[in-house]
């Protein structure tokens, strides 16, 4: 849809909205908003119909019992709403863009074949394969990143930077110059330690969709303040033109979670499955790189490094000494055995969340 108006962009009248990224941002955001809750009711009877039910653990929560076949795999929901609202509202010839739309649906595709085959022969991948499915997905976006997406000279009186520069929050300009032998291997550790720590914090009713709302939203505000170069100016910030289609595609993943959310709420009528969390949880790795936002995603998601944590300190612990640190892991499990309903535990978690991300938007202004 871009497409076809751009060239009507010089020409007075209502057309001229769409040459206006922050209203195609809003309306990417509703059309996938409104994608998922028209189409939402008929995928879920779907996977009811083909018995795409979720198989709960032994060892969880006893709560967790009633919600054994669930449909999983919602994501799918979310990855069509992402796709068709970004091919009707973003620029397809923004490398950048491009770039995060492959990446996102690359890992999406590899939580649809683990959950199929989880589902079709009870057993899904190895923990080693999916790691190494991720790892390769990150090679592959780094790589490219650096070396084909072009990142234009900045402009008189920008803050300079490099592609493989690393920004630190409360720091004014460019720390370091990582250079390619560590930007890539660090690059890989923030795509797939979000990947994974969103799929992590995937567990119950609404926690992980509401959470990377909070997020998605929080770097959506970034991209389109980095892709503004008077307010990139103004707040000491790197200047990136493309960046301002990167918070199209990120208020269109918004719009979608949002959307997914009205049937994920608790009581859950869908569960997301690895196809959504490993998807969602590397569009914010990747935007988060593109927008050289990287160590503020440590803070806007804290909530998902706080889960991921959780797990490691757990395995270690247990591994070292024998002894548990938390009744159970990930986090969002210990509150529940300690007691707290499962709606407390998420809409605390959410508010927490909420704060962090205001927190990293604090940063922008202390530099």
């Known amino acids: 849809m871009f497409e076809i108006l751009y060239q009507s962009f010089e020409t007075p009248g209502f057309f001229r909205l769409f040459s206006y990224v922050s209203f195609r941002a809003l309306m990417s955001a509703v059309f996938a908003t409104s994608f998922c809750i028209f189409l939402g009711p008929a995928l879920?009877?779907?996977?009811?119909?083909?018995?795409?039910?979720?198989?709960?653990?032994?060892?969880?929560?006893?709560?967790?019992?009633?919600?054994?076949?669930?449909?999983?795999?919602?994501?799918?929901?979310?990855?069509?709403?992402?796709?068709?609202s970004c091919l009707f509202w973003g620029d397809l010839r923004d490398p950048l863009f491009l770039l995060v739309l492959t990446g996102t649906l690359a890992l999406?595709?590899?939580?649809?074949?683990?959950?199929?085959?989880?589902?079709?022969?009870?057993?899904?991948?190895?923990?080693?394969?999916?790691?190494?499915?991720?790892?390769?997905?990150?090679?592959?976006?780094?790589?490219?990143?650096?070396q084909f997406v072009p990142i234009p000279a900045p402009q008189s009186g920008a803050i300079a930077f490099e592609k493989s520069g690393l920004f630190v929050p409360f720091i004014k300009g460019q720390v370091l110059d990582m250079t390619v032998y560590l930007a890539i291997?660090?690059?890989m550790l923030v795509l797939v330690g979000s990947a994974h720590a969103v799929n992590l914090t995937d567990g119950l009713d609404g926690l992980a969709s509401g959470t990377v709302i909070i997020v998605a939203a929080t770097l959506g505000a970034m991209a389109?303040?980095?892709?503004?170069?008077?307010?990139?100016?103004?707040?000491?910030?790197?200047?990136?033109?493309?960046?301002?289609?990167?918070?199209?595609?990120?208020?269109?993943?918004?719009?979608?979670?949002?959307g997914f959310l009205w049937f994920n709420a608790a009581p859950a009528m869908v569960f997301m499955g690895d196809t959504?969390?490993?998807?969602?949880?590397?569009?914010?790795?990747?935007?988060?790189?593109?927008?050289?936002?990287?160590?503020?995603?440590?803070?806007?998601?804290?909530?998902?490094?706080?889960?991921?944590?959780?797990?490691?300190?757990?395995?270690?612990?247990?591994?070292?000494?024998?002894?548990?640190?938390?009744?159970?892991?990930?986090?969002h499990h210990h509150f529940e055995l300690s007691g707290w309903p499962e709606t407390r535990v998420v809409i605390r978690f959410w508010l927490i969340g909420i704060l962090l991300s205001l927190l990293a938007l604090s940063t922008l202004r202390i530099q």
């Open 224 to 258: 389109y303040i980095t892709g503004t170069p008077r307010a990139a100016n103004y707040l000491n910030l790197p200047y990136i033109p493309d960046a301002h289609e990167i918070s199209v595609f990120l208020a269109a993943l918004t719009g979608a979670t949002l």
């Open 185 to 187: 291997p660090f690059w």
């Open 108 to 146: 999406g595709g590899i939580g649809f074949l683990d959950d199929y085959t989880k589902l079709r022969k009870k057993k899904g991948f190895s923990a080693r394969l999916k790691m190494l499915l991720t790892l390769f997905v990150a090679f592959s976006f780094s790589v490219f990143y650096y």
């Open 276 to 331: 959504g969390s490993l998807a969602l949880g590397g569009a914010l790795g990747m935007a988060a790189i593109v927008i050289k936002k990287e160590l503020l995603l440590f803070i806007c998601g804290g909530i998902f490094v706080a889960e991921a944590l959780s797990v490691i300190l757990q395995v270690l612990s247990f591994k070292l000494t024998g002894k548990r640190i938390f009744r159970m892991s990930p986090l």
């Open 44 to 84: 879920i009877r779907k996977l009811h119909q083909i018995k795409f039910g979720e198989s709960i653990r032994g060892d969880g929560p006893s709560s967790h019992q009633a919600k054994a076949g669930t449909p999983t795999m919602g994501g799918i929901l979310i990855l069509a709403a992402v796709l068709v």
